[in-house]
């Protein structure tokens, strides 16, 4: 690899890259031990460690715009994971002893106590400690095979990491191309979307998000013209939509701020910091869609006590806490983040 290309690399694949280099010393390594029963078999699992560390560092040199970084991750950390476990089936006894903590804590981290291969592990991590009785192959082959199993569970939980961020992220996508349509369907028709108000009493004036309004014509009189007399949709504004939703993206903004403990000093990995980026970039363009949606309920006398607003500032002031509301919703996104999150909480080893 060229100095030019180790430049460009992004800082996440540095790690991967590092571990290819450490486990190709340990294919020199295992290349230089004499084996007295060498048969072809251990050349065969050596050339597929190899195999997968070049399959891994491929995924992690090949720099495209369009191809999505955990699909390249699960490329890369899945060939490395693999080269391990085989490169684990060829040690030496002295390498699995001193391999069996690392083993073990895998294990654990990823398989529930009544695991039939975690109880077997912890079982030869104690033969191992207290050095009772040498490994036998088929201690060997429980460890790999335990380590196997722990990895693809590992992968399993990142995967659904991945799977629900790409899920929140085309909702968030849906929810923008729904708030770009309702702006251009208020600036286009200013009437169908009417968020004006006509405080009673007075009965002479208006009041839109974007401004407020003398009634014209209105004759002094001392009984007060009824709200259904006005015709509030005369004095909508094109931007009284946008600003809503606007106020509505400020109210959103108060909430998001709840999902920064979310973002943990263990999550070191795109998997576990790109779920709640994507929870907490939903919160805008839902907090938008409330505020919208909020008013408009306003307007068509839902809620009780409020059917009119006296004036702009009490319209933005209810978008805001109406975008703020949308966490009403959103927090069953939060607790399926936090749920998916619990099986990663720590970096892949």
């Not at 391990?84 to 106590?113: G, M």
């Not at 995967?159 to 369907?185: E, N």
């Not at 263990?266 to 919160?283: D, E, G, W």
Request: aromatic share 4%; glycine share 6%.
């Amino acid at each position: 690899m060229s100095a030019r290309q180790r430049n460009n690399l992004a800082s996440w694949r540095e790690l991967p890259l590092t571990v290819i280099a450490r486990l190709r010393t340990q294919i020199a390594k295992e290349k230089r031990r004499a084996v007295s029963d060498d048969d072809g078999r251990r050349q065969a699992v050596l050339d597929g460690v190899e195999g997968h560390l070049k399959e891994a560092e491929e995924a992690c040199l090949k720099i495209s715009r369009f191809r999505p970084r955990s699909g390249t991750l699960e490329r890369t950390w899945s060939n490395i994971r693999a080269a391990e476990t085989d490169l684990l089936s060829l040690a030496s006894d002295d390498d699995v002893r001193a391999k069996t903590p690392e083993v073990l804590a895998v294990v654990r981290r990823n398989l529930p106590e009544d695991n039939p291969q975690r109880q077997a592990v912890e079982e030869i991590a104690e033969e191992v400690e207290t050095g009772a009785e040498p490994l036998t192959d088929q201690d060997r082959g429980t460890l790999v095979r335990s380590l196997t199993l722990a990895y693809a569970t590992l992968d399993g939980s990142y995967r659904r990491v991945r799977v629900m961020a790409d899920l929140v992220w085309i909702v968030t996508g849906a929810a923008t191309v729904g708030l770009v349509v309702l702006a251009l369907w208020g600036s286009l028709d200013k009437h169908s979307l009417d968020m004006c108000f006509s405080p009673q009493p007075p009965g002479n004036r208006v009041v839109c998000p974007s401004g407020e309004y003398e009634v014209e014509g209105t004759p002094p009189s001392i009984e007060m013209p009824a709200v259904t007399e006005i015709i509030t949709s005369s004095y909508a504004d094109r931007m009284d939509v946008l600003t809503v939703e606007c106020a509505g993206l400020i109210g959103a903004a108060l909430t998001v701020v709840t999902a920064v403990h979310r973002i943990h000093a263990n999550h070191s990995t795109i998997y576990q910091f790109r779920l709640p980026l994507a929870v907490a970039v939903l919160k805008f363009p839902v907090g938008a869609l409330s505020a919208v949606a909020g008013i408009l309920l306003i307007k068509g006398a839902f809620v009780p006590g409020l059917s009119n607003l006296d004036s702009s500032a009490q319209i933005i002031g209810w978008s805001i806490v109406f975008g703020a509301a949308q966490h009403l919703v959103t927090h069953i996104v939060d607790q399926r983040a936090e749920e998916a999150l619990s099986g990663v909480r720590k970096p892949p080893p």
